[in-house]
């Protein structure tokens, strides 16, 4: 392969984008994994909520782009899609709910189970709607901001995507300050730290842990329709490719921080988007010299490894992660 064109600017910047785009679904999984493992619960079933709102996000999206309903919801299609899958992400997280803090079932098992049970409701919902794979949604087109957007380079770097890639960055501020700068945000940190004597202040923590679980999995969905709806335009068996169990590994190299998981994000969206154009340029040559396209598919979870492996032995997680309360062990 001719490594020249790598090193072409054009090629940079085309790398860059594309790995900002790639970094959103997971990173919106990352931010609701925060939230809900501040509260002391470990929610190991990120793959199979993703999916379940990726098949959710796309069906309601592609119904009402080619249904009866077409007409009345117009370009509103997608953001519905969006929702949708947020929705479908919580009725899995209040299952993870039920199964760890009401049933006290053993959290790793819960999230295990999880991702099967999620795997099996998506393709079978998909199967029974679809006889074929060629269904497709339109999407959300992408926003230039005036002026910002006209500036050389920086303007195609950072003022050019769809609306998810600035609604994402948003929430990245807004987890921050819900988390380190509310009542609330104190409150749900403290449950996963000290819940008894979160509890005796007058604060319900299963109570606290069912909304941080269910605001987790709400984010984790719409990372899944994210891929779907806006990205890929799609659905297919197994289209989430892992990126719930990286979600879970970025929290932890994160230390739990929002911020840290943007450039946590940012560098799987980076590697992820360098194997695909590497993979392409290989394809085109086919020549001496070509990496196999297995390497460059486990490039981004390599350096994902490479990632957890350098926070290795911090113990910045909460007190409480994993554990079950019941005040009658209190």
């Not at 926003?143 to 500036?151: A, G, K, M, Q």
């Not at 449950?191 to 005796?200: D, K, S, V, Y």
């Amino acid at each position: 392969m001719d490594w020249s064109q790598v090193l072409q600017w054009g090629f940079v910047i085309a790398l860059v984008t594309a790995g900002i785009r790639l970094a959103v679904p997971v990173l919106l999984a990352v931010l609701g994994e925060i939230i809900t493992e501040r509260s002391g619960i470990l929610n190991l079933g990120l793959e199979g909520i993703m999916i379940v709102g990726a098949a959710g996000g796309f069906m309601t999206a592609y119904y009402l782009e080619t249904g009866p309903l077409a007409g009345l919801a117009g370009s509103w299609s997608a953001w519905l899609g969006l929702g949708a899958g947020m929705l479908a992400g919580m009725a899995m997280g209040l299952l993870m709910a039920v199964l760890s803090i009401t049933l006290h079932v053993d959290q790793v098992i819960a999230g295990v189970t999880l991702v099967l049970f999620g795997h099996g409701l998506a393709d079978y919902f998909y199967r029974l709607q679809f006889s074929s794979l060629t269904a497709r949604v339109t999407g959300l087109e992408q926003i230039s901001i005036p002026l910002l957007s006209d500036i050389p380079v920086l303007g195609e770097l950072l003022f050019r995507y769809d609306p998810t890639v600035y609604l994402t960055v948003f929430l990245v501020f807004l987890t921050w300050f819900f988390l380190f700068h509310t009542t609330w945000g104190l409150n749900i940190r403290s449950i996963g730290e000290h819940p008894a004597a979160t509890e005796t202040s007058g604060i319900n923590v299963n109570l606290g842990r069912y909304a941080a679980t269910l605001i987790g999995a709400g984010l984790a969905g719409l990372g899944g329709a994210t891929l779907t709806v806006v990205q890929l335009g799609l659905f297919r068996e197994g289209i989430t490719a892992g990126r719930g169990w990286i979600a879970v590994a970025l929290v932890i190299f994160a230390r739990w921080r929002p911020g840290l998981a943007l450039v946590g994000a940012l560098l799987f969206g980076l590697a992820d988007a360098l194997q695909f154009r590497i993979q392409a340029l290989s394809q085109v040559e086919r020549g001496v010299g070509t990496l196999p396209y297995e390497f460059l598919l486990m490039l981004p979870y390599l350096l994902t490894l490479i990632a957890l492996l350098y926070r290795r032995g911090r113990r910045d997680a909460p007190a409480a992660l994993g554990i079950p309360y019941t005040q009658d062990s209190h």
